[in-house]
């Protein structure tokens, strides 16, 4: 692998960081608070705690904080079904509309940012790569 590619793992991180941070620290939420909150809305069918635990690779611990954090500002709600003890549906609630069109905004900036200068074929070519890497590692992580 070159050494462009690890510098670029490290980098897009720190670009991340430095992009979403502002906006956690503007609503007064932990990034966890806020990464939850976006997860939630990017990815609706996935919305239990297990999913964000699961996908995100989030420790239950950061993401029972989060949640319990959320639901005491009142942001979340949290329920679990009848049926199921186990599993948390999670659903932003209205008064954090704002605060996740922020981070929304944020992310937006962060992908035209890593994405400058890119054609319409560079960018169909990187999320093309991109899902091959993914679904690589998810196949070597579960033997």
């Known amino acids: 692998m070159t050494e462009a590619f690890w510098d ?3 980098l897009f991180k720190g670009l991340y960081d430095q992009t979403l ?3 956690a620290q503007r609503w007064k939420l932990t990034r966890m608070e806020l990464d939850l909150l976006l997860f939630l809305t990017n990815n609706p069918i996935h919305n239990t705690a297990a999913e964000a635990v699961r996908l995100r690779r989030w ?4 993401v029972s904080a989060a949640v319990h954090s959320l639901q005491d500002k009142g942001l979340l ?4 079904p009848e049926d199921n ?4 549906l999670l659903t932003p609630l209205p008064s954090a509309r704002d605060m996740i069109q922020d ?5 937006k900036s962060f992908y035209q940012i890593m994405c400058r200068g890119f054609t ?3 960018e169909q070519a990187l999320e093309s790569i991109s899902e091959k890497i993914s679904q690589n590692i998810r196949t070597a992580m579960k033997k």
């Open 8 to 10: 670029n793992v490290l």
């Open 21 to 23: 941070d502002p906006v």
């Open 59 to 62: 420790t239950k611990s950061h």
């Open 77 to 80: 709600f949290a329920q679990h």
């Open 85 to 88: 003890r186990k599993t948390l």
């Open 103 to 107: 981070g929304l905004a944020a992310q």
């Open 120 to 122: 319409p074929e560079d």
